[in-house]
């Protein structure tokens, strides 16, 4: 099965906190996604990566940063919290291609700024 | 710019009655993924369709990709509570639909 693990449920942070989202996934799975996930407006795709060190931005990349220093391990970064980054974070992964892999996605992280 | 619309929004149907979400782009797509995400849960893949005009099912669920690739859907016969969630579609470039909730009274 493939698991997909998510450093915290739930995070409380304050306005302008360096903010650390950690993903680990178990799959050797090529390509790494997070999004976030607010009322109404559906997934939105942050930044995803189809290799190590490798990134791409997503739809709404400002105000975050992506690294991914080993495969198995995707980690979102808010430089500087905002309490519009209060959401719910989720991660994926996926094999083969990044548009036509079955992603499997961790928990969720639900992040709130204050 | 690209856009995944999906309609309805919301659904309440009682146990038994069909549904049906329907998921339309503005672009042709290469492929269409459907997910579903119970309440409190993450988004879990269902299907993923890529011929024009393909029909594929799992048991209840009846999924269509239009002729054209710009559209698809998701039909579900004589639902049960298990089928409460959001069902969400996603296409080209990883731009997913805004979701189908679905509500089922027993």
């Known amino acids: 099965d493939v698991k997909v693990t998510q450093s915290s449920r739930y995070l409380v942070k304050r306005t302008g906190e360096k903010v650390f989202l950690e993903c680990v996934q178990d799959m050797d799975h090529e390509n790494m996604f997070w999004y976030r996930q607010d009322p109404g407006l559906g997934l939105r795709l942050i930044y995803f990566?189809?290799?190590?060190?490798?990134?791409e931005k997503g739809d709404i990349p400002e105000g975050y940063s992506v690294s991914r220093e080993k495969k198995e391990r995707f980690s979102l970064i808010l430089e500087s919290a905002s309490t519009n980054q209060t959401s719910m974070y989720l991660c994926a992964s996926s094999f083969g291609t990044v548009e036509s892999g079955e992603q499997y996605f961790g928990p969720g992280t639900r992040l709130t700024v204050t | 710019g690209q856009q995944v619309m999906q309609i309805p929004q919301y659904q309440h149907v009682q146990e038994g009655e069909d549904f049906t979400t329907y998921c339309n782009s503005s672009?042709?797509?290469?492929?269409i993924q459907w997910y579903k995400q119970r309440p409190g849960g993450h988004p879990v893949f269902l299907i993923q369709l890529v011929k024009s005009g393909e029909v594929k099912k799992q048991k209840r669920l009846t999924f269509q990709f239009g002729e054209a690739k710009k559209n698809s859907s998701l039909h579900i016969t004589a639902t049960q509570t298990t089928d409460v969630g959001t069902y969400f579609c996603?296409?080209?470039?990883?731009?997913w639909g805004l979701g189908t909730s679905l509500a089922v009274n027993p």
């Open positions: 990566s189809y290799d190590v060190k490798m990134k």
């Open positions: 996603a296409g080209r470039k990883l731009i």
């Open positions: 672009t042709t797509l290469s492929n």
